[in-house]
């Protein structure tokens, strides 16, 4: 069975300062695993995705995450926070035959001036 | 934008009353997905249609139904409404069925439901 946790439903930086939200998958195949942000109010946006390509992948908005299948993680990082960057990040993954998605809880970012 | 049209935007009604939500998927993808998003629930799956076909089923009420039609666009129906379907509505659409990898699914904005 798959599954995913996000291991922080609330994260806090400073502006300027770097940020790292956790997610850690189960799969008992290959999976695709994706981040997606959610801004107040807004519907819901495609950050990244890993497709069994490189394993560092790069998204949009500075954003990156490393696929690590030793540690069954997809992080998501990102240098230097921006105030813009506040919102709602959820980790999904995708796998066995019918590819269906199953979504963390999400992690609420707060960026702090 | 991802492409992804819902109507409305947003929508208010009473107790008991029956909704219809709209979705009309991007060009070219054929499978749409409706979510219920609350705050106590989160991020809740509800059904997914294929090329006009019902494919997976989720967390649906029965006072809920969907529908695919053949431009493809998708009607979520909601009916004997309660205080508790109060929740933004996504849905989402992707190319196939997300059994090739990379497959993935873009959102739309949102129909925001309130019942009063």
């Known amino acids: 069975a798959q599954s995913v946790t996000q291991l922080d439903s609330h994260v806090s930086v400073s502006e300027g300062t770097p940020v790292l939200l956790r997610c850690n998958y189960s799969?008992?195949?290959?999976?695709?695993l994706f981040w997606y942000v959610q801004h107040p109010n807004k519907g819901l946006q495609l950050l990244l995705k890993y497709t069994s390509a490189a394993t560092l992948v790069k998204g949009i908005n500075g954003f990156e995450a490393e696929f690590k299948k030793s540690e069954t993680s997809f992080h998501l990082t990102k240098p230097s926070a921006h105030m813009s960057d506040a919102a709602e990040y959820f980790c999904?993954?995708?796998?066995?035959?019918?590819?269906?998605?199953?979504w963390g809880l999400g992690t609420s970012l707060a960026v702090n001036p | 934008d991802s492409g992804v049209t819902q109507t409305p935007k947003h929508l208010i009604t009473a107790t008991g009353q029956r909704v219809t939500l709209r979705c009309s998927p991007r060009s070219g993808d054929l499978s749409v997905y409706w979510y219920q998003q609350s705050l106590d629930q989160g991020l809740q799956f509800l059904i997914q249609y294929y090329n006009g076909e019902e494919r997976a089923k989720g967390n649906i009420l029965e006072r809920f139904s969907a529908q695919q039609f053949p431009d493809l666009h998708s009607e979520l129906n909601l009916s004997s409404l309660e205080l508790g379907d109060s929740a933004l509505y996504f849905c989402a659409s992707s190319v196939g069925v997300l059994s090739q990898k990379g497959d993935t699914q873009y959102f739309g904005p949102g129909t925001r439901l309130t019942v009063l």
């Open positions: 999904v993954v995708s796998a066995g035959n019918n590819r269906k998605l199953i």
């Open positions: 799969s008992s195949y290959s999976p695709s």
